[in-house]
């Protein structure tokens, strides 16, 4: 791969002129945040999904609409997405120093990679990256709601949830660091029995339960490694959101589920 990957989406997923893209952003972020009144206490982990933005970009800006009062503290993200393109083994982590979007580059994280470079789960795949969607449509987001952040991206593939969550608590870091999952939910279903699987799977997450497979989230593998995570470290989980593409801007014959969860604080008894 290049010293910087470039963004592979802009004009399909998401605006490429700037300008227009912030101005997405931007819209989203205020509908979501007149929607949705955010708590006191900014999440330490999200779970978002990745689809053009026309169909799940409000979904997602529910999510990071929550991060405002920690613009100034959150200085890495960990983020993680499933593999559409390229089969993968594990945790894919790029060669490149930095992502860029239409809003500029983000910087990855090298410290942080070399502290979990060590683990056998950890790979190198620049090919796994390189038209990867699902991390790069979270970039402009993280980049309107952050000022001075990197990234650690792992395009996660064939991994177990204990694989994935031992790479999660090696960089989970204090109030510094942020978790965010990119997922969308289930894929090609009527209107009302996607909305049944949906609302079914948005429950397990709900309760920590971290059994989902790849028919109910695409991201399954890394939401499972943050639910263990979030279990042993007492989070409690927020939805914030939960439509389809029936709700936003498709046909309701064939479906793709969205969701919008925020971890934070300790989950009390």
């Known amino acids: 791969m290049r010293d910087i990957r470039p963004a592979a989406v802009a004009g399909t997923f998401y605006p ?13 972020l205020a509908e979501a945040a007149a929607e949705h009144r955010a708590p006191a206490d900014g999440p330490k982990a999200l779970i978002v999904p990745h689809a053009g933005y026309v169909y799940s970009g ?25 593999a559409h393109r390229v089969a993968v083994r594990g945790l894919a982590l790029p060669t490149a120093r930095a992502f860029a979007t239409p809003l500029g580059e983000v910087a990855i994280d ?80 009527r209107y009302d029995e996607a909305r ?27 939401i499972n490694g943050l639910l263990l995570c979030a279990r042993r470290r007492g989070l409690k989980p927020e939805l914030i959101d939960l439509r389809n593409s029936g709700d936003t801007a498709g046909d309701r014959s064939r479906v793709v589920g969205y969701a919008s969860f925020a971890f934070a604080g300790e989950a009390r008894a």
Do not use: K, N
């Not at 893209?21 to 989203?28: D, E, H, I, N």
């Not at 609302?199 to 593998?221: H, I, K, P, W, Y």
């Open 16 to 28: 490429e002129a700037p300008a227009a893209l912030a101005a997405s952003v931007r819209a989203f």
């Open 58 to 82: 409000l979904i997602a800006a529910t999510a990071y609409a929550r991060l405002a009062q920690a613009r100034a503290t959150i200085r890495r993200v960990v983020l993680l997405g499933p």
């Open 110 to 189: 090298r410290d942080a990679v070399a502290a979990v470079s060590d683990l056998p789960q950890v790979v190198t795949s620049d090919a796994a990256h390189l038209h990867e969607h699902a991390l790069e449509v979270q970039l402009p987001f993280l980049q309107s709601m952050l000022d001075d952040f990197r990234i650690v991206p792992f395009v996660v593939g064939r991994a177990s949830a204990d694989e994935v969550a031992e790479v999660i608590e090696r960089l989970w870091g204090g109030p510094e660091t942020l978790v965010v999952v990119s997922s969308d939910l289930s894929h090609y279903h």
């Open 196 to 222: 049944a699987i949906d609302g079914a799977s948005c429950g397990r997450v709900l309760a920590l339960d971290g059994t989902l497979d790849f028919d109910e989230a695409c991201g399954a593998m890394p």
